[in-house]
């Protein structure tokens, strides 16, 4: 917002206000004449000022000094009028987990697929195409800010994602940019020109939050500053800005632990993850191949996120991410596909050894995936179901009390 326009949205929100003549003033008049802003007076004053009247609001003196441009102004509603408002729909980019004018965080450990499914949200979100089953609003523009990779490495991943072509899908290479530096030309305020210039950009993805800012990361102080300056910068500018952001290299193993401890994995001070909106986290499944799990710890507004199981295939040369099932539904289907194996071998195994492959294959016929097997194989051997008398083999424990009686 330039000084011009916060001049004139003081002097709508208040009764009058007093600027020295000068160019200010000038622009600030053909700014009201420009805007047909018929209740505002302008009187010159021989000291070298000019008042501009809010004729709008009733003055208690009418003799009293005007505000001054550096006044600070405190300005309330109604509880009445407040109820009596009408509810502001929720803008969302992504139907029910990204909200416009947002902050949110994407974090992981190094070699979670973090840039990967970035980057395939940054073109859902530009092409108007669904995100992991998730419907995306409508097209707009994305700037991928990118101070981690540079770009060689970008568009060999963008050449591997096999997308098609969009002209409102915006990248920078490394630059250096610090959005902490929010001086009259520093990198914020720049960054705040350019989406005034190119105002269809609704989706900041900046990769990673710790390239982008000078400061100590673990500082509470400077984080709390910073995030003050991204707020007012999203509300300026109408922008979600979502940050890829490191887990600790010390964490822990994210499997099995809550989700306050996986809060405390992300890096630096925890106002930074406190005041994101969104906060979701990439983990790689062990025992999984490539495929990773996807979790929201955190969303603001939007409905219930269940886990999602991601696998990240490659293909002659091209990565695919494909969504292979709510979290939930998976353990249902190991669930279900240990009942199947119990059923089967009961019938056809009740007493003799079979080998794994054999189960896998009938199985398979089934419909199940071979991961589900393979887990269902061993929640049936950890439960006491089923023994392994050699590696690679299975037998029927003949037990009170067991799935196959």
């Not at 803008?91 to 987990?97: K, N, Q, R, S, T």
């Not at 060689?152 to 096999?162: A, P």
């Not at 089967?344 to 492959?357: C, D, L, Q, R, V």
Request: aromatic share 8%; net charge neutral.
């Amino acid at each position: 917002m330039s000084d011009v326009e916060e001049m004139l949205n003081q002097l709508l929100a208040s009764a009058d206000l007093t600027v020295p003549s000068g160019a200010l003033a000038n622009e600030l008049s053909e700014l009201i004449l420009a805007r047909k802003i018929d209740h505002i007076r302008v009187d010159t004053k021989p000291d070298g000022f000019i008042i501009f009247y809010n004729n709008r609001f009733q003055r208690r003196n009418p003799f009293a000094t005007p505000r001054s441009l550096s006044a600070k102004q405190i300005i309330t509603t109604t509880h009445e009028a407040l109820m009596n408002a009408p509810a502001a729909e929720t803008d969302w980019l992504i139907d029910g987990v990204l909200r416009n004018a947002s902050i949110g965080l994407f974090g992981g450990k190094t070699a979670s697929y973090k840039t990967w499914i970035g980057l395939e949200l940054a073109y859902s979100v530009a092409s108007g195409k669904e995100w992991i089953g998730f419907r995306v609003k409508q097209p707009v523009g994305v700037l991928f800010i990118d101070e981690e990779n540079g770009s060689v490495e970008i568009q060999r991943r963008l050449k591997m994602l096999n997308k098609p072509n969009l002209a409102n899908l915006y990248f920078t290479d490394i630059q250096n940019i610090k959005l902490d530096d929010d001086e009259e030309n520093g990198w914020l305020k720049e960054l705040g020109r350019y989406c005034k210039e190119n105002p269809n950009i609704k989706l900041i993805f900046v990769d990673t939050y710790r390239r982008v800012v000078g400061y100590d990361e673990n500082d509470a102080g400077r984080v709390s500053e910073f995030i003050n300056s991204l707020k007012q910068f999203i509300k300026e500018n109408g922008v979600a800005i979502l940050f890829t952001h490191h887990f600790r290299k010390t964490g822990t193993n994210t499997k099995g632990i809550s989700d306050i401890e996986e809060y405390e994995e992300f890096r630096g001070s925890s106002d930074f993850v406190n005041s994101a909106e969104s906060i979701f986290m990439v983990s790689n499944l062990h025992g999984e191949g490539s495929a990773v799990r996807l979790k929201c710890l955190k969303l603001r507004q939007g409905q219930k996120f269940t886990d999602k199981i991601l696998r990240i295939s490659e293909n002659d040369g091209k990565i695919i991410i494909n969504k292979i099932a709510d979290k939930e539904k998976t353990l249902a289907s190991k669930d279900e596909c240990a009942k199947k194996i119990m059923e089967w071998a009961a019938k056809n195994y009740p007493e003799m050894p079979f080998k794994s492959g054999t189960a896998k294959d009938a199985m398979l016929a089934s419909g199940f995936s071979k991961t589900t097997i393979a887990d269902a194989l061993d929640v049936l051997r950890q439960a006491g179901e089923l023994s392994m008398p050699k590696f690679g083999w299975y037998k029927l424990v003949q037990k009170q009390g067991s799935l196959n009686e």
